[in-house]
């Protein structure tokens, strides 16, 4: 079975931008729909305690934690962003282009609130509406599913050996393998070679001994 060519790098690109915009669409207009038709910290069953409707407005993060200092969530998810931005400049693999496409498009959802949500630029509170009680007490939204299930993701790849290049670890071992016997193959017939010149050097010798003993003959 013959492998899949790794994607080009444009190709690559074009997919993180287009999921990208897909996810950060889907989020912001669910966030929207949550704005104008919920109520505020009122639960809302949808399939009864499985599955509720609970918009809040989150400062922190999950669990509302380190509600005092919005401000580094906001450096740490415009550091992701430009870290995966980074990486997809230089991606051909379709699997990671599809992971960090849905991440990146996650981590833009929740930084857009943190920069142009209230209370304002950039400590701006996360809208958040998902809720599971029977699952956990925490409160998520669209984003947050991406940016879990994308990390996830990128924990598999990273284990499965999967490459930004679409190799896979174990083809680069064996790339290097055979390198490796190249090198000691040319080395022997290197070796091979010296051998054989060092072994004629005692007929050079017997050929010279006997020329120069030629005139000894003939002076006597």
């Not at 599955?51 to 993060?61: M, S």
Request: proline share 5%; hydrophobic share 50%.
């Amino acid at each position: 079975m013959s492998r899949r060519r790794p994607l080009r790098r444009s190709a690559a690109g074009a997919i993180v931008a287009v999921l990208a915009a897909i996810v950060l669409a889907a989020d912001q207009f669910v966030k929207y729909l949550t704005i104008t038709n919920l109520p505020l910290q009122e639960p809302v069953p949808v399939l009864g305690e499985f599955l509720q409707l609970y918009y809040v407005r989150n400062p922190g993060a999950a669990f509302s934690l380190g509600s005092e200092v919005t401000w580094i969530f906001t450096i740490a998810l415009s550091v992701v962003a430009a870290v995966i931005i980074w990486k997809a400049f230089g991606l051909r693999s379709r699997l990671w282009a599809v992971v960090l496409g849905c991440l990146l498009g996650g981590v833009l959802g929740n930084l857009g609130d943190r920069l142009f949500r209230e209370p304002g630029f950039p400590v701006g509170h996360v809208v958040d509406m998902i809720s599971m009680p029977w699952m956990m007490p925490a409160i998520f939204n669209v984003a947050d599913v991406f940016i879990v299930t994308g990390m996830i993701s990128v924990a598999l790849l990273v284990v499965f050996g999967l490459r930004f290049d679409g190799s896979r670890e174990r083809d680069h071992v064996a790339v290097e393998t055979e390198e490796e016997a190249e090198a000691v193959a040319i080395a022997d017939a290197e070796k091979a070679r010296v051998d054989d010149v060092d072994g004629s050097s005692p007929e050079h010798g017997a050929d010279v001994t006997s020329e120069g003993s030629a005139p000894a003959a003939e002076g006597r």
